[in-house]
């Protein structure tokens, strides 16, 4: 038996799987109801313990095809019932098999929902994945004097440049923690893909000549990596660009915004966002737990674009001066609805016109 | 806001009586439909025949047409009302139909009337198999390679180049009717022979056999600005080649990886966008288990039987929903009436495991043929919730009350192993239960698999079960693990059988144990957002959410899945008493499994709980509610079932008492109590051993009626004629322990009566008369009020005994008497000390709210206070019909002849002026083709031989030609009657040929006294059947029907509004 401890002293008793270590890390909760393997491999849940709100977690297994990340770099995981025996024409092992093989402890029998409602109405928070035998009161403590990391892009983020050579357009990435599925959007439209780390300079990046630059997700705060919002800053106006969920926050804090923590994130794959030019509502890959500041777009000059249906949050902005847009959310799926996957191609419209401009001049 | 301003009328039309294939899912749809509608501010006249109903109510619509639905009935209403819009997508498939055939009869031209929601052409493109093709073609989406055909010869033409087994499916069906999967080209030739005749335009489509894959079926949502959601996914446990609506079904996906899921989620919103449908939609796909390959197998352009699953599945009501799009609303701008919070755009998250069983009628046609197929067969549906997947089938399997509870069924303890595997390889409605048996002893899940193609995933869930019983067996009690073991979804009957001891004791060591379950909520968003919904599930978990109030509080039971006896009627009760409930300003909490029913909206009652109708899921509840009692009243016989056990353990039961169950029930004591009160009853006697039965037979006479005692809708009732048709009775029937009732068999007029009782007062609303005599289960009788053959003296005998009876029983609220008229005395039969299958007609007809008051009596309020008194209502004007509808095409092999065990599954109304035009619409409602011309066929037993001379005499003054078989013909001849003679089964120029042939437009059938299934009489009913013909089967019913063919010109008018008189 183990269990989990929160900040606000919930214990939830459960029973291990996975790796047997115990971990420190933020709870919180994705309502997705399938795609846990990609889930657990994207890199912008680390440090983080994963609740996930489905209780049948593991049902098709693990694949060696829908990994968002080699190394997974969350903490923990959070079920109500994990599957031993899991059955899917792709599946490889169980999930139980290959949270062992990656170290990363999982706990299951837990009252999911009731730990879901304590975190929607308590915020995301510290916790902890113990023995049994652990004392609560000691990993109370522990917790209380314990800070969440916030180095967490430096740990996903590539260590080197790297390029997926191709003949289409050169698309520069900065990698926050980038998941695979943005790298497959770009390889799909035949693109030429160098991928640079997070603390790459301007410079470096112009130097290269891309015909665009992506920002990538990736986990945790906006505000802990002034380095990459001075990087964005420097290359609006210079190259087109387009960012997805932290991407979309650095582009926000480099044109002046601000950004918050929300109370309990959006971590969901039916997310509705509505775009208001089009009027359309489209359903969304989410997972972010730090949002655009609605009231500081007003002095800047981005224009919100696109805004949350169930709590009026940014979701998506546009430059009115140069051609730099972003959206919260994941236009790649993986998982979830692949009902905005379109953006690439606009963005790849944005950067042939742009290119063609330039060669006209 | 809606853009459609120029809207104010809009018509609605409902799907008619419950057949299988189409039950109350669209009562439920239906009634929201209107619900939203009018909610919005639009008159709503709504056009359904189906008088059981709760959408036909009063209440939910502004204009009631409980109408024929045809094509003339529906222009008729148009004519009139002259509505704005059509609205048919809410009406099943009986709605689109008539949406497209009001159209080709321009009659939604002429009259200025549009369309809404879904366009015709888009009805067209998804319901014309070859339209359906090509587009599917066009926009690059899979389909099995088919053929469309439209005789036998093309059809073998086809399957020899696509490969047999092949699958039959006629176009613009529903449930299938007709299809099937066949092997060999003697099958091919004969289902197709019959999905020609059954489909009305005359196709069918030979489809490449895809059994085994996954199926996988969407609901999906769109609306005018191409905003797309799927409410629901659903996998069904059962593989590819059992039709959806008879496979065992769990929501949301669980075999299918997110990418997997992604390509069925884009397919299916690329087949609604291409549609153009603005409303709901299921798209129903089948998956290759070994790879991504996947075909579309079918597209419901409408609200459906699946959505009504999917809308208690996820909490989500598609159809209110879909109203609203078909006006022009949008989904963003629609709230979500769960969290009242967000808005309806969004794809609900479920925490939950929902399972769907379906419920089969088998148990009543031991002779139908129970192998599951393309073409579906059950009558109903039960849902269930669980934390776990286990936890929902269990529950499931407990909610169809075929067991105690358990899931165990003794009878495949005998089966060999080959006998086992004969039942996977052609799975019945029992294959949960050979499942169990196989795996139980040992059978590797390998060659399951192999033979049953049920995935992986299921079978281990099942094996999981299956061990835990094993260890519980081995190991006994532990509170661990019967903590585990009620986590699965184990039943205390389960726990007692494997525990070797009873379940009373299971019981209470749990709750001394606290092993007690908790609730949780049905929120469309797995906790993301705050909700207030009072839709509850229980599981075993530490934390509950349902919050108990300090208000009063009263249970309601509702009545479980539809089935042959126990219908939507049932509903309509429970709904009504729910609302009565409220207004007196109780908190009514109401308990139920059945997806498909208003009851289990959760808008309906203070609070639902979706649970099993056993005494433990009940007690739970009560439990944790204390509630004032239970109201079982309203429920049928599941509900009264249940009293006996709740009141053992301290519930109060409310209006029907124990007593007054046991003083109707045991034979006994309603024998004294009848001879107590002075009222005449046939007589007879409730034995245990065969020689007693054979005594008492001889004592009161042969022909004599027999049944089990506790019986519903009439199971296992037979008349016998003989001591030698008693004996082989006997046989199969008093060896289960229950007494078996032998009455004298009084042939006459049967009468039903409903009263409502305070315990003094007695307020009988209406007395309905039957057209078949005694002998007909009164379920399967067409039924007039108010009586029209009726003396005053007989009337005043019927008002008497039933003030008797019903001040003299224990019980408030309603009372059902069945009597029998001979020579102007009235019997007793049978006394129901509950709610009836009349109620919502009579309730419609007379204007008095017969469940609501009934909830007012038991509640302790008086007919005084609600300004009524002893004695009958005054008789309406008008005749009202009551005309049973029976689901024989989809039932192969069940004789058609009607006797004392009920076999319709629905009923229409027909309402006029006079008993033969209100019988003309009735039976055009129920979808008898009653021909004014042409050939009858009449070959009756040597008892009806007599009477069949007058109406022989009046077919033939009416211009129809006589045929028959050598005897009837003979009494014809010498009557001078003129009549074609034709062979017997078997002979040149058979009797069967000729209904193949088409020489004959309606046949008239009696059956002999020897009771055997596949003599030349059953023969002759199947095979009008199979070609559509219409065929009586009661001398009674002919005679009516002849009677109508003098009709006569026809009126249309709406149904009488509460406490109003004729227009």
Known sequence: ?361 | MSEEKAIQKILVIGSGPIVIGQAAEFDYSGTQACQSLKEEGYEVILANSNPATIMTDYTFADQVYMEPLTVEFLSKIIRKERPDALLPTLGGQIGLNLAVELNDAGVLKEMDVRLLGTSLDAIQKAEDRELFRSLMREINQPVPESDIVSTADEAVASASHIGYPVIVRPAYTMGGAGGGICNDEEELRQTVRAGLDFSPVHQCLIEKNIAGFKEIEMEVMRDKRDNCIIVCSMENIDPVGIHTGDSIVVAPTQTLSDRDFQILRNASTDIIRSLGIEGGCNVQLAMDPHSFDYYVIEVNPRVSRSSALASKATGYPIAKIAAKIAIGMTLDEIRNPVTETTYACFEPALDYVVCKIPRWPFDKFEDGNRVLGTQMKATGEVMAMGRTLEEALLKGVRSLEQTDGDFYDPIFDSFSDEELTQHMLRADDRRLFVLAEAIRRGMPLEDIHEITKIDWFFLRKLETILLLERELERDGWSNERVYVAKQKGFSDTQLARVLNTTAGYITKKRREEGIIPVYKMVDTCAGEFESRTPYFYSTYEPFNESVVTDKKKVLVIGSGPIRIGQGVEFDYATVHSVLALKEMGYEAIIINNNPETVSTDFSVSDKLYFEPLTVEDVMNVVDLEQPEGAIVQFGGQTAVNLANGLEAQGVSILGTTIESIQATEDRDSFEQLLNDLDVKHPGGKSVKEKDEAYEVAEAIGYPVLVRPSYVLGGRAMEIVYSKEELSHYLTRFVSNGHPVLVDKYVTGKEVEVDAITDGSDVLIPGIMEHIERAGVHSGDSMAVYPPKQLSEDVKKQLEEATVKIARNLPLTGLINIQFVVHEEQAYVLEVNPRASRTVPFLSKITGIQMARLATKMMMGGTLQQEGYSTGVAEEQVGVYVKVPVFSFEKLRSVDTTLGPEMKSTGEVIGYDETLEKALYKGMLAAGLSIPDHGSVLLTVADKDKEEIVPLAATLVDLGFHLIATAGTADILKSRNLPVTTVGKVGEEQDVLSVIREDKVQMVVNTLNRKRKAHTDGFRIRREAVEYGKACFTSVDTASAAVDVLRSMSLTSRPLMNQGGTFL
Do not use: W
């Open chain 1, 1 to 361: 038996m183990r269990k989990l401890i929160l900040e606000d002293g919930t214990v939830m008793k459960g029973y291990g799987f996975g790796s047997e270590r115990s971990v420190f890390g933020e709870i919180v909760f994705q309502t997705g109801m399938t795609g846990y393997q990609e889930v657990m491999s994207d890199p912008s849940y680390c440090s983080q313990i994963v609740t996930f709100t489905y209780p049948l977690i593991g049902n098709y297994g693990i694949n060696r095809d829908d990994f968002e990340t080699i190394f997974p770099s969350l903490f923990g995981v959070v079920v109500k019932e994990h599957c031993a025996f899991p059955s899917n024409f792709r599946k490889e092992e169980s999930i139980d098999e290959f949270l062992k093989a990656r170290d990363i402890p999982g706990i299951s029998g837990v009252d999911t929902r009731q730990l879901t409602k304590i975190i929607r109405e308590n915020g995301t928070m510290k916790a902890m994945i113990v023995d049994e035998s652990f004392s609560s009161e000691e990993a109370l403590k522990e917790m209380q004097e314990t800070n969440l990391p916030h180095d967490q892009v430096e740990t996903v983020s590539a260590d080197k440049p790297y390029v997926i050579p191709n003949r289409g357009e050169r698309i520069t990435i900065i990698d926050y923690g980038m998941k695979n599925g943005l790298l497959r959007a770009f390889m799909e439209n035949n693109c030429h893909v160098t991928v640079v780390p997070y603390h790459t300079s301007a410079e470096e990046i112009l130097r290269q000549k891309p015909d665009g630059v992506f920002l990538s997700n990736g986990p945790g705060n906006p505000a802990d990596i002034p380095e990459a919002t001075e990087t964005v800053k420097q290359l609006i106006g210079k190259v087109p660009m387009f960012g997805v969920c932290m991407g979309h926050q650095l582009i926000a804090r480099a044109c002046g915004a601000t950004t918050h923590k929300l109370h309990f994130g959006h971590r969901g794959v039916n997310q509705p966002v509505f775009d208001k030019k089009t009027k359309r509502t489209y359903m969304t890959s989410q997972n972010h737990g730090y949002s655009v500041d609605d009231n500081s777009i007003m002095s800047t000059n981005l224009e919100v674009t696109q805004y949350s249906l169930n709590d009026n949050t940014v979701e998506g902005l546009k430059h009115s001066i140069y051609p730099v847009f972003s959206v919260q959310y994941h236009p790649e799926s993986t998982p979830g609805p692949e009902d905005t996957g379109h953006l690439f191609e606009e963005f790849l419209t944005v950067v042939r016109q742009e290119k063609g401009e330039k060669t006209n001049v």
